[in-house]
């Protein structure tokens, strides 16, 4: 679990030069690219894994029949091994709006209930269950941070006898804030409330113990720190869920019977297929999506999982910050942060000034309210780093 009061991320990296690694990484030219939360640089492997299946699902019949349902079964177990659950656990979604959607339609709303979600939240997390509250009666409530106050203080301050869901990130998608997500687990469990967690900018690259967190549904989309395609990401839901949940689709592939032979399903349907697999979206055995999803987690398996992943970004982090002190820029950094996402403040008046400037020298980073959002993954060197401080101190 990320503590809401971290220290700031990284420590001393004697040799960046170990921490970057460009070259697993598709050429980005001449262009910055520091908007990973965005979505992610392209790997190599992912391309060549593209490229293959491309080629490969032009001749379907060349391939085993059931071979599509072992390569989803492969990745999905490659997933619970990276991510610390089992494979049961875990569901393909293609996004993140989906996911809730689904974890809606199993949580519903009463009248007199409240949901409580973050204030300036993404509207794949609000949008949901504000209309869901607005039908049944139903109070919306947008957790804000006053002075001196962090995310968690500002949920657990919403929380009381009437809270029916809670759903909030783990990271802030603007600026890296981090939230205490088993303070808020307990809080939760102690109101009776079911939770939902937005992964979105921390998995892959935040060590989550989900099974012990307690959360109903956990999401995240692969084609951001997963480093994978469009399309295709993770639901993780609780026990009860894979037992009891009810999916948005009745698709042909949810249930226990004889894949191809759906001649014998009589009145009584078949029973779901075991653990998450249920929830599994229509399309997911994508002939392109699959292979490119799975050669992303094995590139991050070889970089040795998600802890070092955190570990090196959190190096390239405390550069930034570096980089950022030596021009005298460091105030306008929001802190504490994730160890690989965070943004910077421009002076008053210097925004739109410095914006113009990034894009001048093609430097990529994403504007989010009044900070810039500064993401990068390990195809950035502390060179890039440095010049994008360069860049800031001669805009401001």
Same mark, same amino acid.
Request: charged content about 20%; some cysteine; proline content about 8%.
């Given at each position: 679990?990320?503590?809401?009061?971290?220290?700031?991320?990284?420590?001393?990296?004697?040799? =960046?030069?170990?921490? /970057?690694?460009?070259?697993? &990484?598709?050429?980005?030219?001449?262009?910055?690219?520091?908007?990973?939360?965005?979505?992610?640089?392209?790997?190599?492997?992912?391309?060549?894994?593209?490229?293959?299946?491309?080629?490969?699902?032009? #001749?379907?019949?060349?391939?085993? !029949?059931? @071979?599509?349902?072992?390569?989803?079964?492969? $990745?999905?177990?490659?997933?619970?091994?990276?991510?610390?659950?089992?494979?049961?656990?875990?569901?393909?979604?293609?996004?993140?709006?989906?996911?809730?959607?689904?974890?809606?339609?199993? $949580?519903?709303?009463?009248?007199?209930?409240?949901?409580?979600?973050?204030?300036?939240?993404?509207?794949?997390?609000?949008?949901?269950?504000?209309? %869901?509250?607005? *039908?049944?009666?139903?109070?919306?409530?947008? @957790?804000?941070?006053?002075?001196?106050?962090?995310?968690?203080?500002?949920? $657990?301050?919403?929380?009381?006898? *009437?809270? @029916?869901?809670?759903?909030?990130?783990?990271?802030?998608?603007?600026?890296?804030?981090? =939230?205490?997500?088993?303070?808020?687990?307990?809080?939760?469990?102690?109101?009776?409330?079911?939770?939902?967690?937005?992964?979105?900018?921390?998995?892959?690259?935040?060590?989550?113990?989900?099974?012990?967190?307690?959360?109903?549904?956990?999401?995240?989309?692969?084609?951001?720190?997963?480093?994978?395609?469009?399309?295709?990401?993770?639901?993780?839901?609780?026990?009860?869920?894979?037992?009891?949940?009810?999916?948005?689709?009745?698709?042909?592939?949810? #249930?226990?019977?004889?894949?191809?032979? &759906?001649?014998?399903?009589?009145?009584?349907?078949?029973?779901?297929?075991?653990?998450?697999?249920? &929830?599994? &979206?229509?399309?997911?055995?994508?002939? =392109?999506?699959?292979?490119? /999803?799975? /050669?992303?987690?094995?590139?991050?398996?070889?970089?040795?999982?998600?802890?070092? =992943?955190?570990?090196?970004?959190? %190096?390239?982090?405390?550069?930034?910050?570096?980089?950022?002190? *030596?021009?005298? $820029?460091?105030?306008?950094?929001?802190?504490?942060?994730?160890?690989?996402?965070?943004?910077?403040?421009?002076? !008053?008046?210097?925004?739109?000034?410095?914006?113009?400037?990034?894009?001048?020298?093609?430097?990529?980073?994403?504007? *989010?309210?009044?900070?810039?959002?500064?993401?990068?993954?390990?195809?950035?060197?502390?060179?890039?780093?440095?010049?994008?401080?360069?860049?800031?101190?001669?805009?401001?």
């Amino acid at each position: 679990m990320s503590p809401a009061h971290s220290p700031a991320p990284g420590g001393p990296v004697t040799d =960046l030069n170990s921490v /970057a690694t460009p070259d697993a &990484f598709e050429p980005t030219d001449d262009v910055l690219w520091l908007n990973t939360a965005g979505a992610a640089p392209r790997l190599r492997a992912v391309t060549a894994a593209a490229q293959r299946a491309l080629t490969d699902s032009a #001749r379907p019949w060349t391939a085993p !029949a059931d @071979a599509w349902i072992e390569q989803t079964e492969s $990745l999905r177990a490659l997933a619970a091994t990276l991510l610390h659950t089992q494979a049961d656990a875990l569901a393909y979604t293609p996004s993140v709006s989906y996911a809730m959607a689904l974890a809606a339609r199993n $949580l519903p709303l009463q009248g007199g209930d409240n949901v409580v979600v973050l204030a300036r939240e993404y509207p794949s997390n609000r949008t949901v269950w504000q209309l %869901g509250a607005q *039908r049944v009666g139903a109070v919306l409530r947008a @957790a804000a941070a006053r002075p001196g106050e962090d995310w968690t203080a500002a949920v $657990l301050g919403c929380i009381d006898a *009437r809270t @029916a869901v809670i759903c909030i990130p783990h990271c802030h998608w603007a600026d890296g804030a981090l =939230l205490d997500l088993a303070v808020i687990a307990d809080a939760a469990r102690s109101a009776h409330a079911a939770l939902v967690i937005d992964a979105s900018q921390s998995l892959g690259i935040l060590e989550l113990d989900l099974d012990r967190l307690g959360a109903d549904f956990v999401v995240a989309p692969g084609h951001k720190w997963l480093l994978g395609p469009y399309g295709l990401g993770w639901l993780w839901a609780s026990p009860r869920w894979r037992e009891h949940g009810v999916p948005l689709e009745q698709t042909a592939l949810a #249930r226990l019977e004889v894949l191809g032979d &759906f001649t014998t399903r009589g009145a009584h349907l078949p029973p779901y297929r075991p653990g998450a697999r249920r &929830f599994d &979206f229509g399309p997911y055995p994508h002939p =392109l999506s699959v292979p490119m /999803a799975e /050669a992303a987690l094995q590139q991050i398996q070889r970089w040795g999982g998600v802890a070092a =992943l955190s570990s090196r970004l959190g %190096g390239l982090s405390a550069h930034l910050r570096t980089a950022l002190s *030596r021009h005298g $820029l460091l105030d306008g950094l929001r802190t504490p942060h994730a160890p690989h996402l965070c943004a910077w403040v421009p002076p !008053a008046g210097a925004r739109d000034r410095v914006m113009q400037a990034l894009v001048t020298e093609r430097i990529i980073a994403a504007q *989010r309210g009044d900070g810039i959002r500064i993401a990068p993954h390990l195809h950035v060197s502390a060179e890039d780093l440095d010049r994008l401080a360069r860049v800031l101190a001669a805009a401001c």
